[in-house]
């Protein structure tokens, strides 16, 4: 059977987090649109940010996705993936209180103590240091070094790319503690205090996001800060990557029926020679694609997050749902900077603002290329056959 | 303290609203339901009143299968139960066949107190808590924009044009509120999560000891007989700013009797 509807639950989850974004969000976006014009610094201040998950909070929106026993919702991926679209549907970053990276869980009694918990309180920040100035998707090349010293690790090296790198009061940070075994068992994760002297620097980008890089200058970690075991980061960072790699389109599905209403508003509107640009079959047309691809990046990122949910292995469609979505939200928004015509194209409207945040998508946990990769490799080598999707 | 509060699904204000050319009763299927915005003002306040003096707060609502989406977002906020009349019969029923059906039904409940908006924003004739209260021969206390209750008494803040009366019953009583009384809460997750839990009541006219001949499209005591979409907005009026910017601007407002 194939059926489509939500629970009550889900549409009563889903219609909460549109309020939320209705109400909360979307009133501040002129005033956050005035700030990034000056250069007054990007997104929410952290009081408000701080402000509005308080305020969710109090209605027990906290943890998406942290497990009940931690205080979170618990929520399965499928309703995860419901809360994001609803997000996505402004362009103000905003997330909810009470999460945490997936690999903090890994930690020992100790260090959930100090670090997971913490995290999850809102009282530290974390940011997960992997990618390298020469180790992107290919992790495995990395070349920070750890190296024992009493009981001590001695870091040393550079992490570049690091999202809330800047903002974090620790790095878990991957690093060669055996370099014959390379990915191999000899890469090790270490929680990193701020104070244990590694340095951040902001790295300016095209969009309002701004990743940091991270230098490591023989930093001191104690042995009780390995994250799992020695030699096992790698098993970790994958565990980290796969978290959820369809919560970004959903995401950028969010923002793209925002940005298709703003097109149609426009277009019912604006009249040019006469007519309103609703009449006009370019027009028509540009609205009718950007439709498509919406209702069909929704089944695909929907049927992704089921997988996960049904405990089957949905490498191959969250491949197929962020590829789709990163290309589709590219051309969307695209579409309809173009119907805005000049006004598209101002800072008074957010539409060139969101054309350059979701060109990250393409590139940023994958590009493009690496989607397609896995996705051929997945069919050349048999691991998935084609027409086997629903099983 | 046991409270009824009184709810209604209407359409979305943020939707095309239609009304049905056959009969002229609103058109449901045109745009989504959502919970009359006035409806969750009265159940903020019920549920503050039931925080501050214990008791049970029950969602009343008369209406379409539809409306248990109200009735769950009422639950998920934090009242207690539901009672939900849902009757083909009662299709089309104006403002005092609803004050009828909720009276009757409202018959088969306890309560001190009966809180609802002052409004609906679909047919908007804020009528429905005046006839009530004049169905069950109890006080009404409208337009609440602070509601006091102190053992047998309730006392009223009514707002007026120009300011506000104070206005005081004893219970049981009737009070609907404005929006400037409270900021209605969201509803919490862990209550979604539990609303399925919570018993809703449905009933047919005849368990709520409605009279068939009373209600519905056929008996209505008011009859739409013409309706109109309002025009479409006309393209507005540029001023030019060539010096004169203000004097244009002032001499549009006072044509327009706004100065």
């Known amino acids: 059977m194939v059926d489509f509807s939500l629970t009550e639950e889900q549409r009563e989850i889903r219609n909460w987090v549109r309020t939320f974004v209705e109400r909360e969000l979307m009133p501040l976006e002129p005033e956050v649109l005035r700030r990034e014009r000056n250069g007054e610094g990007h997104g929410l201040t952290p009081q408000e940010l701080h402000d509005l998950r308080q305020l969710a909070k109090k209605s027990d929106f906290w943890g998406i996705q942290t497990p009940v026993e931690y205080g979170g919702m618990g929520l399965d991926a499928v309703t995860t993936a419901l809360v994001e679209i609803e997000l996505g549907r402004t362009f103000i970053p905003f997330s909810f209180g009470g999460g945490a990276d997936n690999i903090l869980f890994y930690a020992n009694e100790e260090q959930k103590k100090r670090y997971l918990l913490p995290t999850i309180a809102g009282e530290r920040k974390s940011c997960f240091a992997i990618t390298e100035p020469g180790a992107g998707s290919d992790a495995k090349a990395i070349r920070t070094r750890a190296y024992k010293d009493g009981d001590h690790w001695v870091i040393n090296g550079e992490k570049t790319f690091i999202t809330g790198g800047n903002e974090a009061d620790f790095a878990m940070v991957f690093a060669v503690t055996d370099p014959e075994k390379g990915a191999n068992g000899g890469v090790t994760c270490f929680l990193v205090d701020r104070e244990a002297g590694w340095r951040s620097e902001p790295i300016p980008t095209m969009g309002e996001w701004g990743p940091a890089s991270l230098v490591f200058d023989n930093v001191r970690v104690p042995e009780s800060n390995v994250l799992g075991e020695v030699g096992k980061g790698f098993e970790l960072a994958m565990k980290w990557i796969g978290r959820g790699r369809y919560l970004l389109p959903a995401r950028a599905l969010g923002a793209c029926e925002r940005l298709l209403s703003m097109a149609i508003d426009y277009a019912n509107t604006r009249e040019t020679f006469g007519k309103p640009l609703a009449e006009r079959q370019a027009i028509q047309w540009m609205i009718a694609d950007s439709q498509v691809e919406i209702e069909a990046l929704r089944l695909l990122v929907l049927h992704a997050a089921w997988q996960v949910d049904n405990g089957r292995d949905s490498r191959h469609a969250q491949s197929i749902a962020k590829l789709y979505g990163g290309v589709k939200a590219n051309e969307i928004v695209d579409r309809v900077l173009q119907i805005h015509g000049g006004m598209g194209y101002t800072r008074e409207l957010p539409i060139e603002r969101w054309y350059r945040e979701l060109r990250l998508l393409r590139i940023y946990e994958g590009t493009d290329e690496i989607q397609r990769r896995t996705i051929a490799r997945d069919l050349l080598k048999g691991y998935v056959k084609v027409g086997a999707s629903l099983g | ?259």
């Not at chain 2, 009265?42 to 989406?69: C, F, M, S, Y």
């Not at chain 2, 025009?231 to 327009?256: C, H, Q, Y």
């Open chain 2, 1 to 259: 303290m046991n409270i009824v509060v009184l709810v209604k699904q209407v359409p979305d204000t943020e939707t095309e609203r239609k009304l049905d050319p056959a009969d002229s009763t609103v058109d449901r299927a045109a745009s989504d339901g959502v919970i009359n915005e006035l409806d969750e003002y009265a159940i903020e306040e019920a549920l503050r009143l039931k925080e501050k003096h214990g008791g049970e707060v029950t969602i009343l609502t008369v209406g379409p299968e539809q409306a248990t989406d109200s009735i769950r977002k009422a639950l998920s906020m934090g009242a207690d139960k539901a009672v939900h009349v849902c009757d083909d019969a009662l299709a089309g029923s104006d403002a005092l066949q609803t004050a009828y059906a909720i009276a009757q039904t409202l018959g088969t409940l306890e309560y001190d107190l009966v809180i609802l908006g002052s409004e609906s924003t679909d047919a908007r004739t804020g009528v429905v808590g005046a006839a009530l209260a004049e169905y069950l021969g109890l006080p009404q206390l409208t337009l609440a924009n602070k509601v006091d209750v102190d053992g047998t008494s309730v006392k009223i803040q009514r707002q007026t044009d120009d300011g506000y009366q104070v206005v005081e019953a004893t219970l049981p009583a009737v009070i609907s509120v404005v929006e400037k009384i409270n900021e209605p809460r969201y509803p919490s997750f862990k209550l979604i999560m539990a609303a399925k839990k919570k018993p809703v009541t449905k009933l047919s006219i005849a368990e709520a000891g409605i009279d068939a001949d009373k209600v519905g499209l056929a008996n209505a005591t008011t009859q739409v007989v013409d309706f109109a979409p309002a025009p479409p907005r006309t393209a507005g009026t540029v001023v030019k700013d060539e010096g004169n910017g203000g004097v244009l601007i002032a001499d549009f407002l006072a044509s327009k009797k706004f100065v």
